[in-house]
T-cell receptor, first 113, second 111 residues
Framework: DGGITQSPKYLFRKEGQNVTLSCEQNLNHDAMYWYRQDPGQGLRLIYY???????QKGDIAEGYSVSREKKESFPLTVTSAQKNPTAFYLCASSPDRVLTEAFFGQGTRLTVV | GQQLNQSPQSMFIQEGEDVSMNCTSS?????WLWYKQDPGEGPVLLIA?????ELTSNGRLTAQFGITRKDSFLNISASIPSDVGIYFCAGQLGGAQKLVFGQGTRLTINP
C-alpha cells in the first residue's frame, strides 16, 4: 500500500547527541515536510522540500538539518544545537510542488534525557 | 510565523450532539484543510476546500471555505465516540508552498 512511513515510532537519546529521524514515502509525491508538535499545540514547520536536492527552512529550523537525496526520502537530523528537542515529529508529503493536500506519517516521539 | 486562530480550544459534548468549530485569520488563504488527529498518531485529512464559498461534506462532516477567504468552519453532526480527538485547520497562503496550522480543537464525548 502507498503511504508515508516514519521510523522509529519512539526514540530516546541522551542530551548532546545528534539523532536522525527517518521519513519514506512511496506515493511519488514531489514535496515533503517536517513538522514539530508540542503538547497542546499545533504543528510548526521545521523544513520542507519541493524537489530532490533542494529544501527550505520553515518557521523553526534552528537546530535541525535535512537532506533530500532521493524523492522518496527526507530524513531529519535533530542536532545538539536544538535546545528543546523532546517533541512529537511529523513528516508529510504532498502530490506536487504547488501545495494542495498534505498527507502525514504516523509520527516519531523523540525524548531526550 | 502566520497565525490561524482556531476555536474553541476544547469541547465537551454528549454523544449525538452536533459540533461546530472554526478558524479565522487576518490573511487570505487559497486552500483550507481540516485534519483529525488521534493520540500518538499523525493527522488524517478529512476535508479539503479550494474555492471561496465552497461547502463540502464527508459523511457526517461538513466544512466551508469562507467567502472572505479568511475563515473556515467544520461541523460534525450526530457525534459518536470515535469522533473523539483533536481537529486541526490548516491553510495555504497565496503563493506559499507550506501550510499554516491552527492550534487545534480537542473534542471529548460523553457517552
Amino acid at each position: 500500500d502507498g503511504g508515508i512511513t516514519q521510523s522509529p515510532k519512539y526514540l530516546f537519546r541522551k542530551e548532546g547527541q545528534n539523532v536522525t529521524l527517518s521519513c519514506e514515502q512511496n506515493l511519488n509525491h514531489d514535496a515533503m515536510y517536517w513538522y514539530r508538535q508540542d503538547p497542546g499545540q499545533g504543528l510548526r514547520l521545521i523544513y520542507y522540500s519541493q524537489i530532490v536536492n533542494d529544501f527550505q527552512k520553515g518557521d523553526i529550523a534552528e537546530g535541525y538539518s535535512v537532506s533530500r537525496e532521493k524523492k522518496e526520502s527526507f530524513p531529519l537530523t535533530v542536532t545538539s544545537a536544538q535546545k528543546n528537542p523532546t517533541a512529537f515529529y511529523l513528516c508529510a508529503s504532498s502530490p506536487d510542488r504547488v501545495l494542495t493536500e498534505a498527507f502525514f506519517g504516523q509520527g516519531t516521539r523523540l525524548t531526550v534525557v | 510565523g502566520q497565525q490561524l486562530n482556531q476555536s474553541p480550544q476544547s469541547m465537551f459534548i454528549q454523544e449525538g450532539e452536533d459540533v461546530s468549530m472554526n478558524c479565522t485569520s487576518s490573511s487570505i488563504f487559497n486552500t483550507w484543510l481540516w485534519y483529525k488527529q488521534d493520540p500518538g498518531e499523525g493527522p488524517v485529512l478529512l476535508i479539503a476546500l479550494y474555492k471561496a464559498g465552497e461547502l463540502t461534506s464527508n459523511g457526517r462532516l461538513t466544512a466551508q471555505f469562507g467567502i472572505t477567504r479568511k475563515d473556515s468552519f467544520l461541523n460534525i453532526s450526530a457525534s459518536i465516540p470515535s469522533d473523539v480527538g483533536i481537529y486541526f485547520c490548516a491553510g495555504q497562503l497565496g503563493g506559499a508552498q507550506k501550510l499554516v496550522f491552527g492550534q487545534g480543537t480537542r473534542l471529548t464525548i460523553n457517552p
